[in-house]
């Protein structure tokens, strides 16, 4: 059983459109992240979402947010998307905010943007 | 803010050899330290992790690392490499209450395993 899921696995789309990528986690964790591989594979946080409380990367754009609704679910929404938003995006999780606790990664989702 | 640096953007090992791969952090408190690894179109998996206590740490796998604080740093070794640990390694840290904020990671290092 699956403990981060991520769908889809693969996203291609053109530019301008809108897409949404889904993360569930099974775990019961309280804490669930967003992070973007870029081609050169360098990890960086987007958004973290931990009891309701939304915390920003200021350099995403804002064309990408955020939505749980519900602890195990935090999805991805990306409004009029660009060719450098491709990428390959993880969905994480973690028991809670203390920083000393394993975070478990979906899958990832490699969004080809055309 | 902090940054990770990890040495050697590819590092390659004969099978059998030890593998180092270095990892320095910069940060004035010292931080939770993390290894990833992340096999081909996977996501990234936990190898070990040093929060407090034993500055040796071990993780699966037959990897190792030692947090030294007097040098910032948290290599990562095995003794002797085998074919099925070619991957991407991933250094990253997390302030001490900074969950919420996430991880910062290094820019990895690809391990080639030579047969």
């Known amino acids: 059983d699956t403990a981060v899921s991520q769908t889809p696995k693969y996203l291609v789309t053109q530019m301008g459109n809108d897409k949404s990528i889904k993360c569930e986690q099974n775990?019961?964790?309280?804490?669930m992240y967003w992070y973007k591989q870029d081609s050169k594979k360098f990890l960086k946080i987007m958004f973290s979402?931990?009891?309701?409380?939304?915390?920003i990367n200021e350099t995403v754009p804002n064309r990408f947010s955020p939505k749980s609704p519900d602890k195990a679910h935090l999805n991805l929404h990306i409004n009029s998307l660009e060719l450098g938003d491709s990428a390959v995006y993880f969905c994480a999780s973690s028991s809670d905010v203390s920083g000393n606790t394993e975070a478990f990664f979906g899958q990832g989702t490699r969004l080809t943007v055309v | 803010a902090q940054s990770v640096t990890q040495l050697g953007s590819h590092v390659s090992v004969s099978e059998g050899a030890l593998v180092l791969l270095r990892c320095n952090y910069s940060s004035s408190v010292p931080p939770y330290l993390f290894w990833y690894v992340q096999y081909p179109n996977q996501g990234l998996q936990l190898l070990l992790k040093?929060?407090?206590?034993?500055?040796l740490v071990k993780g699966i796998n037959g990897f190792e690392a030692e947090f030294k604080k007097s040098e910032t740093s948290f290599h990562l070794t095995k003794p002797s490499a085998h074919m099925s640990d070619a991957a991407e390694y991933f250094c990253?840290?997390?302030?001490?209450?900074?969950?919420?904020?996430?991880?910062?990671f290094g820019k990895g290092t690809h391990l080639i395993i030579q047969p």
């Open positions: 990253a840290v997390s302030d001490v209450g900074g969950g919420a904020d996430g991880l910062t």
């Open positions: 040093y929060t407090t206590g034993a500055t």
């Open positions: 775990l019961g964790h309280d804490t």
């Open positions: 979402y931990n009891n309701k409380e939304l915390i």
